[in-house]
């Protein structure tokens, strides 16, 4: 076996790699310790102690530790900093203990499962935590949750908040898709012949409407229904889910 050590500059607050390793054969500099040199049959050093020399190195250093096992023509690549390059798991239970100010533990929240999809990820969470409920009519109805130590938030605020920012997407999305109605209208010099929003939606996109949506905020399927040749009626059900009720959702008027 031989064993290359190679120094990793001390960071306060940010983390730098210890090399950077390329597939185009070769070594770069660093300080062999074992069986006579070799060349790394696919793999080469570069950046090595950021542009330093191996007598360079500092007692106070951190090391990484790169091992060419011969006989398994494998290289092992110990980092001795595990605060550089954390896993996704823990990002996503870090996020989600302090997430707007709570302050859970480790061990209230767990990260069962994480699935990466190119850019975006799926988290499936375990939250371990204490809720306060108060008798009303007859029944338990949960009146505050627990965010931290000491730290409780009413269960009204918080449907208060998702309520708020669900009206203002829906309502956007409404806009969007009226915007695609009058662009179709204005090229085919009539509205979209439709009989559901479904129907709307596969006539609309993608040329007049670049995204397809069949639901609103609360996962509830839009409506839209032709009144005559230049009226439609376009809506969401809003926060209860029920057509034909106060808090019906309607695009801006044009």
Known sequence: MSVYIVEEERQKNRCRPA???RADGGRGRAQEFGDSPRTLPSLR???IL???SASALRPFA???ILANVKSLGLFLILLGSLGCGKSLEKQVQEQI???DHASLSEQQVEVQNVKEIGDHAVAEVRITTAVRLVK?????????FRIGDRRWERAEHIL???NEQRTETTLQQLNLITEGIRRYADLNQQLPKASSFEELMDILSPQFHN???RIDAWSNPFSYQAISADGYDLKSAGPDGDLGTPDDLFPDPQ
Do not use: P
Request: charged content about 25%.
């Open 136 to 144: 009303k009519d007859g029944d338990w109805v949960i009146e505050e």
């Open 19 to 21: 090399a950077t390793l």
């Open 45 to 47: 050093l570069l950046s």
């Open 97 to 99: 203990r302090t997430f």
């Open 62 to 64: 951190r090391y990484a």
């Open 50 to 52: 950021y542009g330093r």
């Open 211 to 213: 995204q397809v949506v």
């Open 160 to 162: 208060a908040v998702i």
